[in-house]
């Protein structure tokens, strides 16, 4: 008798034909697998959900297909037979069957391509067990994506497998990815490793899975069980049967036998992690496809896309969405494949607004907040913004401001020099040399400026087809502005024909004042970010609070980013003492309204 130590799991694929009662018997018959420690696993997917119509496996898959009262007869059945169950998750139809089971479900097993699926990952954030075993598929992936998605996924669960092994007819054992072991136990010592075992079920080596389990110390294994390959038309390949397992945990491998397998896996043991093979592979076609109609010039994001298998090719490359913006550019239609030619990528940039002659504190922006300036902290948390394409610092052509160039050069940000009264001019001026559609408008004397907050206003701004968006509660200091180019653009000739630069520091004043021709959008920020304190420098009592905040940032070894000076100010209670609050002429009753009738723009 075989050790239970190796969880061997029994999957249920394809074997049953889409046959509900050969299906049933053939979980019934898992019930006498004679060893303790085993599991079931099931593929639950629905056919329009996983693929196209186009697609070669799409009526197999309809085929295969089982309602929702089928299954839950399946799983009811399981429950009461106290088995360990498994979930393989493809699309949303899976995810039902998840949240609805989420009690008796032991684990579930994601391909990579299913990580990028929306409705799979949101459902996973927002409502996943923290001990959830999570088994990821990793075969074709380089260690740096493995890593990746391994941080991703501990977010989610402390329960993590990081599975190798692929089906393919025949499947080699030299393809079976037993050299990713070594690398997988060195980089992931946290992680059980499992094994996909999809070897031919005749061949030596598929009869050796206990001896090869135990022998490298692999945690799972994963093997196709039937009731009958005579009876299993797409999942014969690698299934056995009741009576062959049964035989094989029973029996014994001999010396000559074990000399065979030994010397063919210390062959594949020392390859390289990467197999050419694995290069060629394409994940499951998976092809990002349209969730709904959408109108040209919204803007794309993962709600409006699910990966489906596909015959047709996608240039676009999801990993992107992550990273940038995109608009449609012509109405697209649900179940579409998204392609490059359907999009326009947006640049976003960030434009720091700072000048040396500040009033209230002479050369604020030079000022040493630790071991940094504080116009070079304002850069480098900005530059840890999501999506942006540039930071461009926009200071005057004065020569007092020709200093900045020095500290700009050591972050690798750009700078832009421009009218030294003129700010919007200056901002436009900057966004238009460097092309941007978004602009992310900051001011310099924001050291600790919250990538948080300003993220969540430019994603706020988009989807709310904005011209201007502002955020409401934040910590003075830590928030910006989203203005559209086009807008900015508009409003840049309105005021040149008025010929009125007075009041161009405060762009808020004519987007908010001018209803007829912008659409000025206030975001309600994250509940957690409405704080009422200063990150801002205007006064000697805010410098030596930031000093403050930034010695003990370094000393509990914490980012400067806003949950963490959030924890710090609570800890240590720290309030500006400063009366700025009153003095600052932008928050007065009666410089409000002047603004009002100074930015009231004569369009007609």
């Known amino acids: 008798m075989h050790s239970n130590k190796t969880e061997i799991i029994f999957e249920i694929a394809n074997s049953h034909n889409g046959n509900f009662k050969l299906f049933k018997e053939t979980v019934i018959q898992f019930t006498k697998i004679n060893y303790k420690n085993k599991s079931i696993k099931f593929q639950i997917f629905k056919y329009d959900k996983i693929s196209c119509k186009n697609f070669s496996w799409y009526k197999v898959y309809k085929k295969l297909f089982f309602s929702k009262s089928q299954w839950d007869k399946i799983l009811n059945f399981c429950i009461k037979k106290k088995i360990r169950i498994y979930l393989d998750i493809y699309d949303e139809y899976g995810i039902f069957f998840l949240q609805k089971y989420k009690k008796n479900i032991r684990g579930i097993k994601i391909q990579y391509s299913s990580l990028n699926n929306y409705k799979i990952t949101n459902y996973l954030k927002n409502n996943c067990d923290k001990h959830l075993e999570i088994i990821i598929n990793i075969t074709t992936l380089s260690l740096t994506d493995i890593k990746k998605i391994y941080s991703e996924i501990k977010a989610i669960s402390k329960n993590i497998t990081l599975q190798f092994g692929h089906q393919d007819y025949p499947t080699l054992l030299s393809n079976s990815g037993f050299n990713k072991i070594k690398f997988l136990k060195k980089n992931f010592k946290n992680s059980k490793i499992s094994f996909a075992d999809h070897l031919d079920s005749q061949s030596e080596e598929s009869k050796s899975f206990f001896y090869i389990a135990n022998m490298l110390k692999i945690d799972q294994v994963e093997k196709h069980f039937c009731l009958s390959r005579k009876l299993s038309k797409f999942d014969y390949y690698s299934s056995l049967e009741l009576g062959e397992i049964n035989n094989i945990i029973k029996s014994k491998i001999d010396d000559t036998k074990i000399k065979k397998i030994n010397k063919n896996l210390r062959k594949i043991y020392n390859k390289n992690f990467l197999l050419k093979y694995e290069k060629k592979l394409v994940k499951n076609n998976a092809v990002p496809h349209y969730t709904k109609n959408i109108k040209k010039n919204d803007i794309l994001n993962k709600k409006k896309i699910v990966l489906k298998r596909c015959k047709t090719k996608s240039l676009f490359n999801l990993n992107e969405i992550d990273k940038k913006f995109f608009r449609i550019k012509k109405n697209v239609y649900i179940n579409q494949p998204v392609r490059n030619s359907d999009l326009e990528k947006l640049n976003v940039g960030a434009i720091i607004i700072s000048r040396s002659d500040s009033s209230r504190l002479k050369n604020k922006a030079f000022l040493k907040i630790g071991n940094l300036?504080?116009?070079?902290?304002?850069?480098?948390?900005?530059?840890?913004?999501?999506?942006?394409?540039?930071?461009?610092?926009?200071?005057?052509?004065?020569?007092?401001?020709?200093?900045?160039?020095?500290?700009?050069?050591?972050?690798?940000?750009?700078?832009?020099?421009?009218?030294?009264?003129?700010?919007?001019?200056?901002?436009?001026?900057?966004?238009?040399?460097?092309?941007?559609?978004?602009?992310?408008?900051?001011?310099?004397?924001?050291?600790?400026?919250?990538?948080?907050?300003?993220?969540?206003?430019?994603?706020?701004?988009?989807?709310?087809?904005?011209?201007?968006?502002?955020?409401?509660?934040?910590?003075?200091?830590?928030?910006?502005?989203?203005?559209?180019?086009?807008?900015?653009?508009?409003?840049?000739?309105?005021?040149?024909?008025?010929?009125?630069?007075?009041?161009?520091?405060?762009?808020?004043?004519?987007?908010?004042?001018?209803?007829?021709?912008?659409?000025?959008?206030?975001?309600?920020?994250?509940?957690?970010?409405?704080?009422?304190?200063?990150?801002?420098?205007?006064?000697?009592?805010?410098?030596?609070?930031?000093?403050?905040?930034?010695?003990?940032?370094?000393?509990?070894?914490?980012?400067?980013?806003?949950?963490?000076?959030?924890?710090?100010?609570?800890?240590?209670?720290?309030?500006?003492?400063?009366?700025?609050?009153?003095?600052?002429?932008?928050?007065?009753?009666?410089?409000?309204?002047?603004?009002?009738?100074?930015?009231?723009?004569?369009?007609?």
Do not use: W
Not at 395 to 413: C, E, F, H, P, Q
Not at 463 to 484: L, R, W, Y
Not at 536 to 551: A, F, G, N, P, V
């Open 373 to 604: 300036t504080s116009i070079e902290h304002c850069i480098k948390n900005t530059q840890k913004m999501k999506y942006l394409d540039d930071v461009i610092l926009a200071t005057t052509n004065l020569s007092i401001d020709k200093k900045y160039s020095k500290y700009v050069k050591k972050t690798g940000a750009k700078i832009f020099f421009g009218d030294s009264t003129n700010v919007i001019e200056r901002v436009y001026l900057a966004a238009k040399k460097n092309k941007l559609d978004i602009i992310v408008r900051i001011t310099g004397d924001c050291p600790f400026i919250s990538k948080e907050i300003l993220e969540e206003l430019l994603i706020n701004h988009l989807n709310s087809k904005s011209d201007f968006t502002v955020g409401n509660k934040f910590p003075v200091g830590a928030s910006g502005e989203i203005i559209n180019f086009k807008a900015l653009e508009k409003l840049y000739f309105y005021i040149k024909k008025q010929k009125d630069f007075k009041y161009t520091e405060y762009p808020s004043f004519y987007f908010k004042n001018n209803p007829r021709l912008f659409n000025y959008n206030i975001c309600n920020i994250n509940s957690r970010y409405q704080k009422n304190f200063r990150l801002t420098l205007d006064y000697i009592e805010d410098l030596k609070m930031l000093r403050h905040l930034d010695l003990k940032l370094k000393k509990l070894k914490l980012d400067q980013n806003l949950d963490n000076i959030i924890k710090v100010m609570n800890k240590y209670k720290y309030i500006s003492k400063t009366n700025s609050h009153k003095k600052l002429a932008y928050k007065s009753i009666n410089f409000i309204k002047k603004m009002k009738l100074i930015t009231k723009i004569n369009y007609d």
